[in-house]
């Protein structure tokens, strides 16, 4: 387990993800990107999950920091009733990673 940042963006994720990694000198790692039209109640239920399980490293402000790992994340999400009956799919198709 390690220090996991569980959040959302308006924005283009991917933008998202450069822009901190740009604030943290490239010390951040990506193993999970999760698009989905419920974002907001899917990242409330991941965090109420952690929650649950003490797994928030502070609860000060709106803290997204846990103490967690990838495989745990999307386990999860795949099992939330925000995602039941869904697919997995790859988004963008063209990005290049």
Known sequence: LWRCN????????????KEQIDKNKGNYIVPLLVCTTEDHALE????????????????????????????EVADIVFKSPHF????????????KW
Do not use: A, M
């Open 6 to 17: 569980i959040g959302i963006t308006e924005r283009n994720p991917l933008e998202r993800i």
């Open 84 to 95: 039941e009956g869904k697919k997995i799919g790859f988004w963008p198709k063209d990005q």
């Open 44 to 71: 409330s239920y991941v965090h109420g999950v952690l929650k649950k399980h003490k797994r928030q490293l502070t609860d000060e402000g709106r803290n997204e920091d846990f103490q967690t790992c990838p495989s």
